[in-house]
């Protein structure tokens, strides 16, 4: 098992190093800040624009924490302040280093308190123009807005909810690896960028590197362990385990920093009452576009059908002649590509890719799963979109967004109270 688990880790170390971010891709790159920040993994960023024009040379302050720091726009309008910890900052834009005939936007906010919020980038975008003026948002507006947004978050949550509910349902392994399976894709697709390949190309890649990492662990390391009838709360571990190392082997070679995917900044569409952005209009395009095409596959394709049957009773399945090994791996397969490409839409949503974002969704992804039912791919579906959906609400209703995770979790428990097997899950009978 030993050496299963260096050869799979070789892989990754493969693909990290054959595509390695280039040196100069920063999250957002800015003369400002002082050598002296450079250190921090911690960042405070955004882009200043008037009339979709960049504006160069205006100084940020970020005061907080006992730190203090300045930035000056670069030629692009992108500016970053460097931070030692995460919290809540003070940012400050001198209004004095701004060109002439340029102000801010009447009712803009400055200086303005920015909170980091599971991301090691907090960003920030100040309104510029005369006559413009920034009205807060209604109840409705808002209610709308978090709306969408928490559909959009709870689609890209199931795409990988599927995946970790088909390797359960098939396996009954609760794989907590499945979070670096999540970062693997969007790891690949950045790194291939940062050298220069079409953006196209990169994504290709990142969905085949979670594919072929999804093949080479149960390849080398599960169905290895199955054969051995290794139990199931040992290979859990197992699982947290390679989640770790794989981890930290992404950190070692891709950084602590927080960066940016091509295209991550873009300008908000107005659809109605909604303000929406072209990345979460397209993940959720993507994402119910792909949920279709898994719910087709599973109901009416042959693998479809020999997969809930695995899943179903793997005994029964196999004395049916159904090859319940090819289904299994065919499984990881699935599981992996949609990881992937949940972790590339997750850079997006986030915005910015680092070492430990999968870590940070999985929790939200095991609450869809339980919530939906365990084994349940419907459920997980289901249960995502509620988890998301929740998740962007809370903040609607007055709960800071440092909590607004803890809500999901809370209603989940509640739930699970009145009925344990989950919303589609079913009844087990225990004797």
């Known amino acids: 098992m030993l050496a299963a688990a260096g050869a799979l880790l070789g892989v990754i170390l493969a693909v990290l190093l054959a595509f390695p971010p280039a040196a100069g891709a920063t999250t957002s790159p800015s003369p400002g800040p002082s050598s002296s920040q450079s250190q921090f993994q911690n960042t405070i960023s955004g882009f200043l624009r008037n009339a979709g024009q960049p504006l160069e040379g205006v100084k940020i302050t970020a005061e907080g924490n006992g730190f203090s720091g300045s930035a000056t726009s670069a030629a692009s309008g992108a500016w970053s302040i460097s931070v030692p910890t995460q919290g809540s900052y003070k940012v400050t834009l001198d209004e004095s280093t701004l060109p002439n005939g340029v102000k801010l936007a009447d009712g803009q906010e ?11 980038n907090a960003s920030t975008i100040f309104a510029f123009g ?15 807005n978090r709306l969408v947004a928490g ?8 795409l990988s909810a599927v995946g970790l509910s088909l390797i359960f349902g098939t396996t009954g392994l609760t794989n907590f690896a499945h979070g670096e399976m999540v970062t693997l894709g969007a790891v690949v697709v950045f790194s291939l960028s940062a050298v220069g390949a079409p953006f196209w190309l990169a994504v290709i890649a990142g969905l085949a590197a979670g594919v072929a990492f999804g093949w080479v662990q149960d390849a080398w390391l599960w169905k290895p362990l199955r054969r051995r009838g290794t139990g199931l709360v040992p290979m859990m571990i197992v699982s947290i385990g390679l989640a770790l190392a794989t981890r930290y082997v992404i950190l070692f070679f891709f950084g602590g920093a927080t960066q940016q995917l091509p295209y991550s900044q873009s300008t908000d569409v107005q659809l109605g009452p909604v303000s929406v952005s072209p990345n979460n209009l397209w993940s959720l395009l993507i994402s119910v576009v792909v949920m279709l095409l898994v719910a087709f596959a599973l109901l009416r394709t042959r693998l479809g059908k020999a997969t809930r049957a695995v899943a179903d009773n793997p005994a029964l399945a196999a004395a ?21 490409l949940g ?35 419907f459920g997980a579906l289901v249960g995502s979109v509620i988890v998301g959906v929740f998740v962007e609400l809370t903040t609607v209703f007055g709960l800071t967004s440092d909590l607004k995770y803890v809500g999901a979790l809370v209603v ?8 344990p097997q989950g919303i589609l899950g079913r009844r087990e009978r225990v004797g």
């Open 343 to 377: 972790g590339i839409l997750w850079a997006y949503y986030r915005p910015g890719v680092s070492f430990n974002m999968g870590q940070q969704i999985l929790l939200m992804i095991f609450a869809g799963v339980t919530l939906g039912g365990l084994g349940t791919v």
């Open 412 to 419: 989940m428990i509640l739930v699970l109270l009145f009925r």
């Open 320 to 340: 049916s002649g159904i090859d319940v090994d090819r289904v299994i791996r065919l499984v990881w397969i699935t599981g992996g590509f949609l990881a992937a």
């Open 110 to 120: 400055n200086p303005r308190t920015v909170t980091f919020n599971q991301t090691s």
């Open 130 to 144: 005369a006559g413009i003026q920034v009205h807060q948002e209604s109840f409705f507006t808002n209610l709308a």
């Open 151 to 158: 559909l959009s978050f709870g689609l890209l949550l199931a």
